[in-house]
């Protein structure tokens, strides 16, 4: 399994224990990708996972550039305009998995991120 691909999945289990729920993985459009679209009670979540397999290049959270955090909210006003609403609350997140070598994955959570 591809490594972004395997964050991916320990992402979505780690979200589904900790109480929320997949609402949609890997939505597409002409413009880009949503990773992970979650609700979690009264919010609707929109996750950006990134993994990495060290911290060469420093930790996997700090990839999300703002042009990166940018495009990901024009994602999701494009996918909240094809549900059904109201939308009451939403929010970005971030989920960091590190895979380091011969060590458990590591996984953070940052909720409203930007």
Not at 4 to 14: I, S, T, V
Not at 50 to 64: D, H, Q, Y
Not at 69 to 81: D, E, Y
Request: aromatic content about 8%; charged content about 25%; some cysteine.
């Amino acid at each position: 399994m591809a490594l972004g691909a395997r964050g991916e999945e320990l992402a979505a289990r780690f979200l589904c224990e900790s109480g929320m729920q997949i609402v949609e993985r890997n939505w597409r459009c002409r413009y880009g990708e949503l990773d992970l679209i979650v609700k979690d009670t009264d919010t609707t979540a929109f996750v950006e996972v990134k993994t990495r397999s060290g911290l060469g290049f420093g930790t996997p959270a700090e990839s999300v550039t703002f042009a990166k955090q940018q495009r990901i909210r024009r994602l999701a006003l494009l996918w909240l305009s094809e549900q059904c609403g109201p939308w009451r609350h939403i929010r970005f997140d971030v989920v960091s998995v590190l895979l380091l070598p011969r060590s458990e994955p590591r996984i953070d959570h940052v909720r409203a991120a930007f």
